[in-house]
């Protein structure tokens, strides 16, 4: 009878060692992810000419009296009463843009030079006028990016207006 006692119990720890060690779970399902880091951002990946596709100006962020004006590529022409903006970033470090009318004729052409630290653009604009902007930059699966910054749009002395912007690389 003893006998018969101990070989249920060991049965019973052998069963239970085993039932055990099924529940242990898989390496892969408890490894922590490697941490994320702060994407850097290249210089090549911007030379060349980027025609923009969207943008959406809030003016005035987080106040009563924000707007919000969004344009869509189907309607850039119509809304702005402007061919879409083009921009060439060059190796040199040198960038400049060229604004044209619905004829397609230059109207202004801003420059000056540009860089990249981690996530963002820099343009310093020396022509016409100086101006300073730093733009966060996600570059997106279809050859598009979104460039994000907080302007002076309305040129009311504050840079409180939040602009969002595509841009699409022509190849």
Not at 57 to 76: C, F, P, Q, R
Request: aromatic share 10%; hydrophobic share 35%.
């Amino acid at each position: 009878m003893k006998q018969i006692l101990l070989i249920c119990l060991m049965a019973t720890l052998l069963i239970a060692c085993k039932e055990q060690s099924t529940k242990v779970p898989d390496k892969k399902a408890v490894e922590v992810p490697a941490r994320q880091s702060t994407p850097t951002l290249k210089p090549e990946q911007f030379i060349g000419e980027w025609r923009n596709v969207s943008m959406e100006i809030t003016t005035a962020l987080n106040t009563a009296g924000s707007e919000v004006k969004t344009y869509s590529e189907a309607d850039w022409e119509a809304q702005l009463k402007m061919k879409p903006i083009r921009t060439y970033y060059k190796a040199d470090g040198t960038y400049y843009s060229e604004y044209r009318d619905l004829r397609d004729k230059i109207f202004n052409t801003p420059s000056g030079i540009w860089h990249v630290s981690q996530d963002s653009v820099y343009l310093n604009q020396v022509e016409p006028e100086k101006r300073n902007a730093g733009y966060s930059v996600s570059f997106n699966t279809d050859n598009t990016a979104t460039f994000k910054a907080m302007l002076d749009w309305t040129q009311n002395g504050k840079k409180d207006d939040l602009y969002i912007g595509v841009q699409r690389k022509v190849e």
